[in-house]
């Protein structure tokens, strides 16, 4: 990693693909409130490239924030581990020790913090579509505030089989169900989608749309076809983003994150969403 910068730090997002991420965004924001002289940037890293990219980062690297494909292929990468990314079975943030690289990961604790901003409905049962490793975390998450019963709804059964046994080994209350993407579920409290946009088809539109809660973690494009039709709260892959992001930048700096300029730095018309997203 040779960016050619006079910052003192630097940080970055890594992951594939990696143009629409938003976090240098919130980091770069973040400094600037604090007057930090860090830079934070973006760089393109496939499958099976980590530890080559981290081969190539001098000491002035001092935090990655990891995403897909990459959470999951950094867990033998790294000199320690946090217990919740132990627990998650998942990596998403990387920081600079004198020991080597220590592994986080945000996306849990961040997605408890998420849904509670945005809705107060008790969870009981909730429904996962997809099966990576944000579902997991995620799933942990709602685990944490109180479901008893989460169904993963996979267009690839076999691929579910870690996120499953991360919930196993973690929550042995909960009770966890792994049903094709078109199953019909009821009395689900929160559905939590990991899927693209894309594969938001109408017919899954109608069935979840009146969930009282809808936690859609992409957020390139939004408002995704499940968000728009919600009737409940929303949670968005915003929501998740800055919680997240500011729990990174604490660990990447040891000060504490400057939420209100993160979420000002977001694009008016994101900002707008947020805002209007109903919560309930």
């Not at 981290?54 to 320690?80: F, Q």
């Not at 929550?171 to 019909?184: A, F, L, M, N, Q």
């Not at 992409?218 to 729990?247: E, F, K, M, N, R």
Request: hydrophobic share 45%; glycine share 8%; charged share 15%.
């Amino acid at each position: 990693m040779t960016d050619a910068i006079s910052a003192d730090y630097i940080c970055a997002v890594l992951g594939d693909p990696i143009e629409h991420s938003q976090s240098p965004t919130l980091h770069n924001a973040a400094y600037a409130a604090l007057g930090l002289n860090w830079t934070y940037g973006r760089h393109l890293v496939p499958a099976g490239g980590l530890a080559a990219f981290l081969a190539t980062c001098g000491p002035d690297v001092r935090g990655l924030s990891l995403t897909m494909p990459l959470k999951r292929e950094a867990l033998p990468l790294v000199a320690s581990m946090s217990p919740r990314a132990r627990t998650a079975g998942a990596i998403n943030t990387l920081v600079r020790t004198s020991y080597g690289w220590a592994g986080d990961n945000t996306d849990l604790p961040g997605a408890v913090a998420a849904i509670r901003e945005r809705s107060s409905h008790p969870i009981v049962h909730a429904a996962i579509l997809g099966a990576g490793a944000t579902a997991a975390s995620i799933g942990l998450a709602v685990a944490e505030l109180g479901a008893e019963h989460i169904s993963i709804l996979a267009r690839h059964a076999e691929r579910a089989g870690e996120t499953v046994s991360v919930l196993d080994d973690q929550y042995h209350r909960v009770g966890v169900s792994v049903d094709p993407i078109e199953t019909v579920l009821e009395n689900v409290d929160i559905l939590i989608s990991t899927i693209p946009a894309a594969a938001q088809t109408p017919d899954l539109v109608a069935r979840y749309k009146d969930i009282p809660i809808i936690f859609d973690a992409i957020y390139d494009p939004w408002p995704t076809p499940l968000a728009s039709a919600a009737t409940g709260a929303v949670v968005s892959g915003h929501d998740l983003l800055i919680h997240q992001a500011a729990l990174q930048f604490e660990l990447f700096t040891g000060q504490v994150a400057p939420m209100e300029a993160m979420r000002a730095s977001l694009e008016p018309a994101v900002l707008e969403d947020l805002i209007e997203a109903p919560a309930g």
